[in-house]
């Protein structure tokens, strides 16, 4: 156990290393205003290592100008502490910070028995912000222990709106230079993506090695008690390594050794839960289908090939169609709509299929180039198959950088720029 000198130093420590960000330039993140610093309800922002959660949170505390103090229970020097040593680590907490009103509790997951720890203060009426990593944070510890008592914020990565923003660069300019740059700026975050340190960071190898292992390790062999931990964690590189894609899991487990399948889909929850993947659903009626052949992405394009053994290269489709998802997740999450794909066989597919209730609201394809006519057709006819499919009549083919609009067999088609329709479909509270 660590006594109270210990403590106040490790605490002491992390006070000043987050106060650092006072001096530094920090991109606002939208999910901010979601935040409500004085709520009743434990704030929870939840979302992948490094993602800019801590950075965020201490961004809304700090501009509400509140009384807080703060813990980082990612740090090793607490790595052993349990339920009971948080009521002194409270202690130490108000013999460094004084009185305080609300308490910001970062990577709260680590601490087993936390749940009872943040009910009891609630019950105090301290206004409590935690961080998370991992999913169970959400889907089994808030909702057993937590029921009502908590409000979620999910954080991906940064958007390609907040890319520009944190580089300075232009967004609504129609001047020439100002559209090639906002272009420029697309095809940079399609090579690098969007975690806010990479922004800094030369060696962005080595980053997203280091940040990929700990996710391995830490947050799922560790948690999980994972005994096979060189085949999971060749599923998860061939999975980073192939994403976008499409998963029958019988084929999966033959072609990598499992012996069951139910082994294989744990381990992609796993991957799940510590936000390294996410997950599409089929399109349609039927629920049990829906569920039947998930199509699954990496949670930013940088996983796809800044790792050892990465072997997705420039691969600009694939990196773009995970990012126009991640932007549609972003939104879903806003306006409760749902997403999913569409496919018929391998040559009648519709990337996206974005629903309100029952009602289909937009079909999106995605291409990078579409300049060879047999890719056009491809796209086109997806297109077509999914407003036949679903009645939507919106239509859209998102590109690199053909912008214009077409009328095929009597149906409308915008075609546009991505990252003018990154920009345009960034939400707005």
């Keep these: 156990m660590i006594n109270q000198t210990q403590l106040l130093q490790i605490l002491a420590d992390q006070r000043e290393e987050l106060e650092a960000k006072e001096n530094k330039k920090l991109c606002r993140r939208m999910e901010q205003d979601l935040i409500e610093i004085n709520s009743p309800l434990a704030q929870v922002v939840i979302g992948v290592r490094r993602c800019g959660k801590s950075t965020m949170c201490y961004q809304a505390l700090r501009d509400a100008k509140v009384n807080y103090a703060y813990v980082n229970f990612d740090d090793e020097n607490l790595s052993l502490l349990n339920a009971s040593d948080l009521t002194p680590l409270l202690e130490?907490?108000?013999?460094?910070?004084?009185?305080?009103?609300?308490?910001?509790?970062?990577?709260?997951?680590?601490?087993?028995?936390?749940?009872?720890?943040?009910?009891?203060?609630?019950?105090?009426?301290?206004?409590?912000?935690?961080?998370?990593?991992?999913?169970?944070?959400?889907?089994?510890?808030?909702?057993?222990?937590?029921?009502g008592r908590h409000h979620v914020i999910n954080l991906f990565p940064l958007s390609f709106k907040e890319y520009c923003e944190c580089n300075d660069v232009e967004l609504h300019s129609p001047y020439t230079e100002k559209k090639a740059l906002r272009r420029r700026a697309f095809i940079d975050y399609l090579r690098q993506g969007g975690f806010p340190q990479l922004l800094q960071i030369e060696n962005k190898r080595a980053y997203i090695n280091d940040l990929t292992e700990a996710i391995l390790k830490r947050d799922i062999e560790q948690r999980f008690k994972i005994r096979h931990q060189a085949q999971f964690e060749r599923l998860a590189n061939n999975m980073m390594n192939t994403a976008p894609v499409i998963i029958s899991a019988e084929k999966t487990a033959k072609e990598l050794d499992f012996r069951s399948t139910n082994t294989l889909q744990n381990y992609l929850s796993y991957l799940s839960q510590a936000f390294l993947l996410i997950s599409l659903h089929k399109y349609s009626a039927k629920s049990r289908i829906r569920h039947v052949g998930e199509k699954y992405y990496c949670i930013d394009p940088a996983l796809m090939d800044k790792r050892a053994d990465a072997f997705s290269g420039e691969n600009f489709g694939w990196r773009m169609e995970t990012i126009i998802f991640l932007q549609l997740k972003r939104n879903a999450l806003i306006n409760g709509?749902?997403?999913?794909?569409?496919?018929?066989?391998?040559?009648?597919?519709?990337?996206?299929?974005?629903?309100?209730?029952?009602?289909?609201?937009?079909?999106?394809?995605?291409?990078?180039?579409?300049?060879?006519?047999?890719?056009?057709?491809?796209e086109i006819n997806g297109l077509i198959m999914a407003t036949k499919r679903t009645n939507c009549n919106k239509l859209t083919l998102l590109t690199e950088n053909q912008r214009e609009t077409i009328d095929h067999e009597g149906y409308k088609i915008e075609i546009k720029p991505t990252y003018e329709w990154l920009i345009e479909n960034e939400w707005k509270r």
């Design 92 to 147: 130490a907490l108000y013999t460094l910070y004084g009185k305080f009103t609300h308490l910001f509790l970062d990577e709260i997951q680590n601490v087993e028995g936390w749940q009872l720890f943040v009910n009891r203060l609630l019950r105090r009426e301290m206004k409590i912000v935690i961080t998370g990593s991992n999913a169970k944070l959400l889907s089994s510890d808030l909702a057993t222990h937590l029921t």
């Design 337 to 378: 709509h749902d997403v999913y794909y569409l496919s018929e066989s391998r040559r009648r597919e519709c990337d996206f299929i974005i629903t309100e209730g029952n009602r289909t609201i937009e079909a999106i394809q995605v291409s990078y180039d579409i300049s060879n006519p047999k890719t056009y057709r491809r």
